[in-house]
Every structure is written in structure tokens, then in C-alpha cells.
């Protein structure tokens, strides 16, 4: 069973920064590109973030040149690192596999508020 576990969410000022967590259990982590998505209230789940498996990455025009993904595969884990954060960056943040065929659940997620 594919378990996603995602932590380090927390209220930052503007302009701060966060590091974001995710581990993941029940798969062979390391043959999947890995993606960091968000939702904020009222709105669709997007992509923000991607990395693949040999540590390509990929993201959103919104978050270029602030967030950086990488991965240990030793550790099935995924990080984000978020800064000079904005208000706009106030979501609830997962990961999951680029693959949905993986599964199609996702984890609880960790909540980024950004305000002052």
C-alpha cells in the first residue's frame, strides 16, 4: 500500500522561508518523477514543483527562482525548500507521483500559510 507522508508546514511572514517533507512508503521510490503539488482554498490542485529520477526538475512559472525540489532516494524522500514566500503561496501542500497510476490517493498534506 502506497503511503505518502508530507510535513514541515508551518505560518511564515512574507518573505521567509520553509523547508517541506515527504516521505513515501509501498513503492520502489526511486523510478518515479516525484511532484510537489498545492491547493488553496477555493481553488484547483497544481503542480508546482517536479523532479525526475535522476534529479531533473521542473516548475511552475509562480515559483520559479524560489522553491527548490530535490530528493533522497535512500530515504524515499522528496523535499521542498520555499523561499521569499508570498502571501499567494498559502496552500496545503502534497506530493505524489507524476505517475497516478501509482495510486490515485493522495497524503494529508501540510498546511503553508504565508501572511503577517
Known amino acids: 500500500q502506497v503511503q505518502l507522508g508530507e510535513s514541515g508546514g508551518a505560518w511564515v511572514q512574507p518573505g521567509g522561508s520553509l523547508r517541506l517533507s515527504c516521505a513515501a512508503s509501498?513503492?520502489?521510490?526511486?523510478?518515479?518523477?516525484m511532484g510537489w503539488f498545492r491547493q488553496a482554498a477555493g481553488k484547483e490542485r497544481d503542480l508546482g514543483a517536479a523532479?525526475?529520477?535522476?534529479?531533473?526538475?521542473n516548475y511552475a512559472d509562480s515559483v520559479k527562482g524560489r522553491f527548490t525540489i530535490s530528493r533522497d532516494n535512500t530515504k524515499n524522500t522528496v523535499y521542498l525548500q520555499m523561499n521569499s514566500l508570498k502571501r499567494e503561496d498559502t496552500a496545503v501542500y502534497c506530493c505524489?507521483?507524476?505517475?497516478?497510476?501509482?495510486?490515485?490517493?493522495w497524503g494529508q498534506g501540510t498546511q503553508v500559510t504565508v501572511s503577517s
Open positions: 509501498g513503492i520502489t521510490f526511486s523510478r518515479y518523477i
Open positions: 523532479i525526475t529520477t535522476n534529479g531533473s526538475t
Open positions: 505524489h507521483p507524476e505517475d497516478f497510476s501509482v495510486t490515485p490517493f
